[in-house]
């Protein structure tokens, strides 16, 4: 899709570990601040999952998250059902 619109990217799996901000910084040679992190929470209300996306440097509060969605899971369980990966991208 943004191939058709003007956008070309290589997309590179990399082999280091890229579990954290800080590791996905280092494997990319990057700062934090430039990695965006994905956080993924279950609404217990819903039983849907809502993502958040924040900069790699900066905590998420979930005490701020709970205010503005109700109660989240953070169960382990959960969060299993989940593969993580980071992909370098960049302009082709």
């Known amino acids: 899709m943004l191939a058709s619109r003007g956008h ?3 997309v590179t799996e990399l082999a280091d570990s ?3 901000a800080k590791d996905a910084a280092n494997a990319i ?3 934090e601040s ?3 992190k994905s956080l993924i929470f279950k609404n217990s209300n819903t039983e849907k999952a809502v993502l958040i996306i924040a900069s ?3 905590q998420v509060s979930v005490k701020k ?3 503005a969605i109700g109660y989240v899971d953070l169960s382990s369980l959960f969060l299993q059902q989940f ?3 980071l992909y370098k991208v960049e302009p082709a």
């Open 29 to 31: 040679g990057c700062t």
């Open 83 to 85: 593969d993580w990966y």
């Open 34 to 36: 430039q990695i965006a």
């Open 56 to 58: 790699g440097s900066n």
């Open 8 to 10: 070309n990217f290589t």
């Open 18 to 20: 890229t579990r954290t």
């Open 65 to 67: 998250l709970e205010a």
